[in-house]
Nanobody, 123 residues
Framework: QVQLVESGGGLAQAGGSLRLACAAS????????MGWFRQAPGKGREFVAA????????YYSDSVKGRFTISRDNAKNTVYLQMNSLKPEGTAVYYC????????????????WGQGTQVTVSS
């Protein structure tokens, strides 16, 4: 089991940027596909982005494509989510997730979740 801890959340203005980080411990991150989900108040958890074990493949939801970038540094056991051109509807708790492969992760089949970090975007 891998333990995940997110950081980097906070308050940003619409059009601004934030960078989230997810540090893993317990197992080597390089064996896991990694991703980010978010949950807005009163809504279900939704997929945001995923990255393959090597980092060669990335996947995004249509709502963030072109604005968010997921990346990973396996040497540092860390995954990142660079969020640009933020919108107020992006206000949510953002969760880091690990899975055996990107397809499963995109489908919500997740082996490990982080505790979440709050992102608030003001208009």
């Amino acid at each position: 089991q891998v333990q995940l801890v997110e950081s980097g959340g906070g308050l940003a203005q619409a059009g601004g940027s934030l960078r989230l980080a997810c540090a893993a411990s317990g197992r080597t991150l390089s064996s896991k596909a990694m991703g980010w989900f978010r949950q807005a108040p009163g809504k279900g958890r939704e997929f945001v982005a995923a990255i393959s074990q090597s980092g060669s493949s990335t996947y995004y939801s249509d709502s963030v494509k072109g604005r968010f970038t997921i990346s990973r540094d396996n040497a540092k056991n860390t995954v990142y989510l660079q969020m640009n051109s933020l919108k107020p509807e992006g206000t949510a708790v953002y969760y880091c997730a690990a899975s055996t492969d990107s397809y499963r992760l995109h489908s919500g089949v997740v082996g490990s979740w982080g505790q979440g970090t709050q992102v608030t975007v003001s208009s």
